[in-house]
Protein backbone atom coordinates (compact mmCIF):
# COMPACT_ATOMS: atom_id res chain seq x y z
CA UNK A 1 0.00 0.00 0.00
CA UNK A 2 1.23 3.51 -1.00
CA UNK A 3 2.58 5.50 1.99
CA UNK A 4 0.88 8.94 0.28
CA UNK A 5 -2.55 9.62 -0.35
CA UNK A 6 -3.98 12.38 -2.44
CA UNK A 7 -7.03 14.34 -1.17
CA UNK A 8 -8.83 16.51 -4.41
CA UNK A 9 -11.06 19.54 -2.82
CA UNK A 10 -13.58 21.85 -4.89
CA UNK A 11 -13.90 19.52 -7.70
CA UNK A 12 -9.87 19.12 -8.18
CA UNK A 13 -9.20 22.64 -7.83
CA UNK A 14 -7.27 21.85 -4.98
CA UNK A 15 -5.28 18.70 -4.58
CA UNK A 16 -3.40 17.57 -0.88
CA UNK A 17 -0.80 15.12 -1.12
CA UNK A 18 -0.76 13.40 2.18
CA UNK A 19 1.85 11.13 4.10
CA UNK A 20 -0.21 7.90 6.01
CA UNK A 21 2.36 7.54 8.55
CA UNK A 22 2.83 11.36 9.62
CA UNK A 23 -0.83 11.43 9.56
CA UNK A 24 -0.96 8.96 12.02
CA UNK A 25 1.77 9.90 14.43
CA UNK A 26 0.26 13.36 14.21
CA UNK A 27 -3.44 11.51 15.10
CA UNK A 28 -1.13 9.86 18.63
CA UNK A 29 0.08 13.38 19.27
CA UNK A 30 -3.40 14.85 19.35
CA UNK A 31 -4.24 12.18 21.82
CA UNK A 32 -1.45 12.81 24.08
CA UNK A 33 -1.97 16.63 24.08
CA UNK A 34 -5.71 16.36 25.37
CA UNK A 35 -4.73 13.41 27.66
CA UNK A 36 -1.72 15.61 29.35
CA UNK A 37 -4.69 19.18 28.96
CA UNK A 38 -7.17 16.47 30.92
CA UNK A 39 -4.51 15.52 33.20
CA UNK A 40 -3.54 19.03 34.06
CA UNK A 41 -6.90 19.98 34.23
CA UNK A 42 -7.52 17.80 36.99
CA UNK A 43 -4.12 18.19 39.37
CA UNK A 44 -3.45 20.72 41.46
CA UNK A 45 -4.93 20.87 45.93
CA UNK A 46 -8.40 19.78 44.53
CA UNK A 47 -7.78 16.87 42.58
CA UNK A 48 -10.29 15.49 40.10
CA UNK A 49 -10.41 12.46 38.22
CA UNK A 50 -9.86 12.60 34.25
CA UNK A 51 -13.58 10.86 33.94
CA UNK A 52 -15.03 13.85 35.90
CA UNK A 53 -13.09 16.76 34.11
CA UNK A 54 -14.08 15.36 30.50
CA UNK A 55 -17.97 15.44 31.68
CA UNK A 56 -17.24 18.87 33.06
CA UNK A 57 -15.34 19.84 29.57
CA UNK A 58 -18.96 18.63 28.35
CA UNK A 59 -20.94 20.80 29.85
CA UNK A 60 -22.17 17.76 32.88
CA UNK A 61 -20.06 17.98 35.50
CA UNK A 62 -20.72 18.58 39.67
CA UNK A 63 -21.34 22.27 40.44
CA UNK A 64 -17.93 22.28 42.27
CA UNK A 65 -15.70 20.74 40.36
CA UNK A 66 -17.23 22.81 37.26
CA UNK A 67 -16.51 25.80 39.16
CA UNK A 68 -12.70 24.80 39.80
CA UNK A 69 -12.44 23.77 36.38
CA UNK A 70 -14.12 27.09 34.94
CA UNK A 71 -12.84 29.67 36.69
CA UNK A 72 -9.22 28.30 38.11
CA UNK A 73 -7.80 25.94 35.95
CA UNK A 74 -8.90 26.45 32.16
CA UNK A 75 -7.93 29.24 31.36
CA UNK A 76 -4.07 29.05 32.02
CA UNK A 77 -4.09 25.47 30.71
CA UNK A 78 -5.66 26.82 27.66
CA UNK A 79 -2.70 29.53 27.26
CA UNK A 80 -0.06 26.95 28.17
CA UNK A 81 -1.66 25.09 25.53
CA UNK A 82 -2.05 27.46 22.99
CA UNK A 83 1.66 29.29 23.78
CA UNK A 84 3.19 25.96 23.12
CA UNK A 85 2.06 25.85 19.75
CA UNK A 86 2.89 29.60 19.07
CA UNK A 87 6.64 28.77 20.16
CA UNK A 88 7.17 25.32 18.19
CA UNK A 89 5.57 26.70 14.87
CA UNK A 90 7.10 29.90 15.15
CA UNK A 91 10.30 27.73 15.79
CA UNK A 92 9.79 25.45 13.20
CA UNK A 93 9.32 28.54 10.36
CA UNK A 94 12.75 29.74 11.42
CA UNK A 95 14.15 27.16 11.36
CA UNK A 96 13.01 26.62 7.83
CA UNK A 97 13.29 29.75 6.44
CA UNK A 98 17.21 30.28 8.03
CA UNK A 99 17.78 26.86 7.17
CA UNK A 100 19.77 26.19 10.44
CA UNK A 101 18.76 23.67 12.71
CA UNK A 102 19.76 25.71 15.58
CA UNK A 103 17.70 28.83 14.59
CA UNK A 104 14.68 29.47 17.21
CA UNK A 105 13.16 32.61 19.14
CA UNK A 106 15.43 32.83 21.33
CA UNK A 107 18.77 33.37 19.96
CA UNK A 108 17.54 35.77 16.99
CA UNK A 109 16.94 37.78 19.85
CA UNK A 110 13.03 38.03 19.45
CA UNK A 111 11.63 37.12 22.75
CA UNK A 112 14.71 39.03 24.29
CA UNK A 113 13.29 42.26 22.26
CA UNK A 114 9.43 41.44 24.39
CA UNK A 115 11.34 41.56 27.41
CA UNK A 116 13.01 44.67 27.41
CA UNK A 117 9.88 46.51 26.84
CA UNK A 118 8.00 44.79 29.28
CA UNK A 119 10.92 45.72 31.86
CA UNK A 120 10.76 49.30 30.06
CA UNK A 121 7.28 49.04 30.47
CA UNK A 122 7.17 48.50 34.20
CA UNK A 123 9.86 51.21 34.86
CA UNK A 124 8.40 53.51 32.84
CA UNK A 125 4.65 53.45 34.54
CA UNK A 126 5.76 52.96 38.18
CA UNK A 127 5.46 55.62 40.52
CA UNK A 128 7.37 56.32 43.71
CA UNK A 129 4.85 54.35 45.76
CA UNK A 130 5.69 51.27 43.23
CA UNK A 131 2.80 50.99 41.55
CA UNK A 132 1.85 51.06 37.46
CA UNK A 133 0.32 54.46 36.83
CA UNK A 134 -1.90 52.32 33.95
CA UNK A 135 -3.31 49.33 33.38
CA UNK A 136 -1.42 45.93 33.49
CA UNK A 137 -3.55 45.00 30.85
CA UNK A 138 -1.07 46.65 28.54
CA UNK A 139 2.03 44.66 29.29
CA UNK A 140 0.87 42.41 26.70
CA UNK A 141 0.65 45.13 24.09
CA UNK A 142 4.10 46.07 25.09
CA UNK A 143 5.70 42.71 24.66
CA UNK A 144 3.89 41.90 21.33
CA UNK A 145 5.26 45.39 20.14
CA UNK A 146 8.94 44.61 21.62
CA UNK A 147 8.76 41.49 19.60
CA UNK A 148 7.75 43.10 16.49
CA UNK A 149 10.06 45.68 16.18
CA UNK A 150 13.23 43.33 17.14
CA UNK A 151 11.98 41.04 13.90
CA UNK A 152 11.97 43.80 11.98
CA UNK A 153 15.32 45.06 13.30
CA UNK A 154 16.97 42.37 12.76
CA UNK A 155 15.49 41.96 8.79
CA UNK A 156 16.97 45.53 7.94
CA UNK A 157 20.16 44.85 9.97
CA UNK A 158 20.63 41.34 7.77
CA UNK A 159 19.67 43.15 4.37
CA UNK A 160 23.01 43.63 1.92
CA UNK A 161 21.24 42.60 -1.54
CA UNK A 162 19.08 40.24 0.02
CA UNK A 163 18.77 38.85 3.01
CA UNK A 164 20.78 35.44 3.54
CA UNK A 165 20.62 33.38 6.32
CA UNK A 166 23.44 33.35 7.88
CA UNK A 167 23.81 36.63 8.10
CA UNK A 168 20.20 36.61 9.75
CA UNK A 169 21.69 34.01 12.29
CA UNK A 170 24.40 36.41 13.19
CA UNK A 171 22.51 39.35 13.27
CA UNK A 172 20.16 37.94 15.22
CA UNK A 173 22.59 36.51 17.73
CA UNK A 174 24.21 39.93 18.32
CA UNK A 175 20.83 41.47 18.72
CA UNK A 176 19.87 38.60 21.45
CA UNK A 177 23.14 39.61 23.27
CA UNK A 178 22.16 43.68 23.23
CA UNK A 179 18.50 42.97 24.17
CA UNK A 180 20.01 40.66 27.15
CA UNK A 181 22.13 43.68 28.37
CA UNK A 182 19.82 46.19 28.29
CA UNK A 183 17.02 44.21 30.03
CA UNK A 184 19.80 43.22 32.94
CA UNK A 185 20.45 47.56 32.92
CA UNK A 186 16.96 48.30 33.60
CA UNK A 187 16.32 45.40 36.12
CA UNK A 188 19.46 46.29 37.93
CA UNK A 189 18.55 50.26 37.55
CA UNK A 190 14.76 50.10 38.77
CA UNK A 191 13.51 49.11 42.27
CA UNK A 192 14.12 46.24 43.59
CA UNK A 193 10.33 44.84 43.21
CA UNK A 194 10.24 45.81 40.02
CA UNK A 195 13.56 43.23 39.22
CA UNK A 196 11.22 40.45 41.16
CA UNK A 197 8.86 41.10 38.88
CA UNK A 198 10.02 41.37 35.24
CA UNK A 199 12.58 38.39 36.45
CA UNK A 200 9.38 36.26 37.03
CA UNK A 201 8.05 37.31 33.31
CA UNK A 202 11.32 36.67 31.48
CA UNK A 203 11.64 32.99 33.22
CA UNK A 204 8.18 32.67 31.23
CA UNK A 205 5.10 31.78 33.35
CA UNK A 206 1.15 31.06 32.57
CA UNK A 207 0.74 32.09 36.34
CA UNK A 208 -2.72 34.32 36.16
CA UNK A 209 -3.72 33.70 32.93
CA UNK A 210 -7.87 34.68 32.70
CA UNK A 211 -10.63 34.32 30.26
CA UNK A 212 -10.05 37.74 28.88
CA UNK A 213 -6.21 36.23 28.04
CA UNK A 214 -7.80 33.03 26.22
CA UNK A 215 -10.73 35.66 24.39
CA UNK A 216 -7.38 37.34 22.84
CA UNK A 217 -4.91 34.87 22.46
CA UNK A 218 -6.87 32.09 20.51
CA UNK A 219 -7.75 33.79 17.77
CA UNK A 220 -4.93 35.10 17.02
CA UNK A 221 -3.14 32.35 17.60
CA UNK A 222 -5.56 29.92 15.24
CA UNK A 223 -5.53 32.87 12.30
CA UNK A 224 -1.37 32.53 12.63
CA UNK A 225 -1.42 28.71 12.86
CA UNK A 226 -3.78 28.89 9.92
CA UNK A 227 -1.54 30.60 7.88
CA UNK A 228 2.29 29.12 9.09
CA UNK A 229 -0.26 25.79 7.84
CA UNK A 230 -0.51 27.53 4.13
CA UNK A 231 2.89 28.67 3.71
CA UNK A 232 4.28 25.39 4.16
CA UNK A 233 5.09 24.67 0.34
CA UNK A 234 7.01 28.28 0.50
CA UNK A 235 9.38 26.55 4.02
CA UNK A 236 9.49 23.74 1.77
CA UNK A 237 11.04 25.47 -1.37
CA UNK A 238 13.13 27.68 1.04
CA UNK A 239 15.24 24.92 2.51
CA UNK A 240 16.23 23.81 -0.95
CA UNK A 241 18.32 26.94 -0.94
CA UNK A 242 18.02 30.71 -2.62
CA UNK A 243 18.91 29.45 -6.52
CA UNK A 244 16.56 26.43 -6.97
CA UNK A 245 13.72 28.10 -4.75
CA UNK A 246 14.25 31.01 -7.59
CA UNK A 247 14.64 28.79 -10.16
CA UNK A 248 11.00 27.01 -9.26
CA UNK A 249 9.66 30.50 -8.93
CA UNK A 250 9.29 31.75 -5.65
CA UNK A 251 10.05 35.10 -4.57
CA UNK A 252 12.92 33.82 -2.06
CA UNK A 253 13.34 37.84 -0.69
CA UNK A 254 9.43 38.70 -0.23
CA UNK A 255 8.79 35.20 1.06
CA UNK A 256 11.56 35.41 3.74
CA UNK A 257 10.40 38.52 4.83
CA UNK A 258 6.30 37.33 5.37
CA UNK A 259 7.56 33.87 7.02
CA UNK A 260 9.65 36.25 9.48
CA UNK A 261 6.95 38.86 10.14
CA UNK A 262 4.64 35.81 10.95
CA UNK A 263 7.14 34.16 13.43
CA UNK A 264 7.20 37.29 14.91
CA UNK A 265 3.72 37.79 15.43
CA UNK A 266 3.75 34.24 16.60
CA UNK A 267 6.28 34.67 19.20
CA UNK A 268 4.74 38.31 20.13
CA UNK A 269 1.26 36.74 21.04
CA UNK A 270 3.48 33.71 23.11
CA UNK A 271 5.59 36.29 25.25
CA UNK A 272 2.57 38.61 25.69
CA UNK A 273 0.58 36.16 27.75
CA UNK A 274 3.17 33.59 29.09
CA UNK A 275 6.77 35.70 29.12
CA UNK A 276 9.62 34.67 27.60
CA UNK A 277 9.41 30.53 28.10
CA UNK A 278 12.58 29.42 26.40
CA UNK A 279 13.71 26.66 24.02
CA UNK A 280 10.18 25.52 23.30
CA UNK A 281 10.76 26.81 19.90
CA UNK A 282 14.32 24.95 19.37
CA UNK A 283 13.09 21.57 20.61
CA UNK A 284 9.50 21.15 19.69
CA UNK A 285 10.73 21.26 15.63
CA UNK A 286 13.19 18.66 16.10
CA UNK A 287 11.50 15.87 17.97
CA UNK A 288 8.47 16.80 15.00
CA UNK A 289 11.42 16.15 12.59
CA UNK A 290 12.48 12.69 13.78
CA UNK A 291 9.04 11.89 14.12
CA UNK A 292 7.63 13.22 10.94
CA UNK A 293 10.19 14.01 8.59
CA UNK A 294 10.90 17.07 6.88
CA UNK A 295 7.88 18.52 5.04
CA UNK A 296 6.43 21.18 6.53
CA UNK A 297 2.86 20.21 5.81
CA UNK A 298 3.37 17.74 8.30
CA UNK A 299 6.07 19.09 10.34
CA UNK A 300 4.25 22.48 11.45
CA UNK A 301 1.01 20.32 12.87
CA UNK A 302 3.89 17.80 14.83
CA UNK A 303 5.64 20.47 16.32
CA UNK A 304 2.41 22.57 17.32
CA UNK A 305 1.32 19.27 18.87
CA UNK A 306 5.08 18.60 20.87
CA UNK A 307 5.05 22.36 21.60
CA UNK A 308 1.74 22.22 23.60
CA UNK A 309 2.71 18.95 25.15
CA UNK A 310 5.75 20.79 26.36
CA UNK A 311 4.61 23.85 27.70
CA UNK A 312 1.74 22.03 29.43
CA UNK A 313 3.86 19.55 31.49
CA UNK A 314 6.20 22.37 32.51
CA UNK A 315 3.37 24.27 33.87
CA UNK A 316 1.51 21.01 35.47
CA UNK A 317 5.27 20.13 36.89
CA UNK A 318 5.62 23.61 38.45
CA UNK A 319 2.61 24.11 39.96
CA UNK A 320 2.37 21.07 41.92
CA UNK A 321 5.74 19.04 42.38
CA UNK A 322 6.69 22.47 44.38
CA UNK A 323 3.54 22.85 46.17
CA UNK A 324 1.85 24.97 47.90
CA UNK A 325 5.27 26.60 45.88
CA UNK A 326 4.85 28.13 42.08
CA UNK A 327 7.70 27.40 39.99
CA UNK A 328 7.56 29.31 36.30
CA UNK A 329 7.18 26.75 33.43
CA UNK A 330 9.97 28.76 31.83
CA UNK A 331 12.54 27.05 34.66
CA UNK A 332 11.38 23.57 33.29
CA UNK A 333 11.42 24.27 29.37
CA UNK A 334 14.99 25.69 30.02
CA UNK A 335 16.36 22.99 31.91
CA UNK A 336 15.56 20.39 29.45
CA UNK A 337 16.15 22.68 26.53
CA UNK A 338 19.81 23.94 27.69
CA UNK A 339 21.27 20.30 27.38
CA UNK A 340 19.59 19.98 24.84
CA UNK A 341 20.53 22.61 22.84
CA UNK A 342 23.93 21.33 23.76
CA UNK A 343 23.58 18.36 22.51
CA UNK A 344 22.50 20.01 19.23
CA UNK A 345 25.47 21.78 18.44
CA UNK A 346 27.94 18.66 19.42
CA UNK A 347 25.63 16.76 16.70
CA UNK A 348 25.76 19.42 13.98
CA UNK A 349 29.30 20.07 14.46
CA UNK A 350 29.96 16.06 14.38
CA UNK A 351 27.39 16.12 10.89
Avoid at 311 to 320: E, H, Q, S
Wanted: hydrophobic residues 55%; proline residues 4%; charged residues 10%.
Amino acid sequence: MSRYRNFRLFKGKLSLLADRKAAFICFILFVITFAVFVISTGSGEMKIDPLTVVKVLFGAGPEMETLVIHSFRLPRIIVALMVGISLAVAGGILQGMIRNPLASPDVLGITGGAAVCVVGFLSLFSDKNHSLTVSIAWLPLAAFIGACVVGLLVYLLAWKNGVSPIRLVLIGIGISALMQALTTLLMVTGPVYQASQANIWITGTVYGSNWKNVSILVPWAVIFFVIAIAAAKLLNLQELGDEVATGLGDKVQKHRFLLLMLSTALIGISVAFAGAIGFVGLMAPHMARRLVGSSFGALLPASALIGGILVMLADLVGRTLFSPLEVPAGVFTAGIGAPYFIYLLFKTRNA
